[in-house]
């Protein structure tokens, strides 16, 4: 049974930063994501790693202030997010088991999900 668990999330002021966790068991999938979803918003790929080679994709709403990283061995999953704003108030979720395209940002893409953990981000 996956399991995938999030932490990390609070309150912060716009411009500053947050490193969200995601501790993930019962398997070790080596393409991973997170995705958020703010209120009255679908929800939307932020972020994706194929955590073998390395490789990366972002929203482009994102880029330049996110970064994805994970460890297949340790089964880990991180978001460094820096100069927050408050548009990227939202629930964010980390995601695994990709159907189809390795690094989606697709919601429907991805088969496992953790409960959230919750962003917000004052101005």
């Known amino acids: 049974q996956v399991q995938l668990v999030e932490s990390g999330g609070g309150s912060v002021q716009a411009g500053e930063s947050l490193t969200l966790s995601c501790a993930a068991s019962?398997?070790?999938?080596?393409?991973m994501a997170w995705l958020r979803q703010a209120p009255g918003k679908e929800r939307e790929g932020v972020a994706a790693?194929?955590?073998?080679?390395?490789?990366?994709n972002y929203a482009d709403s994102v880029k330049g202030r996110f970064t994805i990283s994970g460890d297949l061995a340790k089964n880990t999953l991180y978001l460094q997010m820096n100069n927050l704003k408050p548009e990227d108030t939202a629930m964010y979720y980390c995601?695994?088991?990709?159907?189809?395209?390795?690094?989606?940002?697709?919601?429907?893409?991805?088969?496992?999900w953790g409960q959230g953990t919750q962003v917000t981000v004052s101005s």
């Open positions: 790693i194929d955590r073998i080679v390395r490789t990366t």
């Open positions: 995601a695994a088991g990709v159907i189809s395209t390795e690094l989606s940002l697709k919601g429907s893409e991805w088969t496992y």
């Open positions: 019962g398997y070790s999938y080596r393409h």
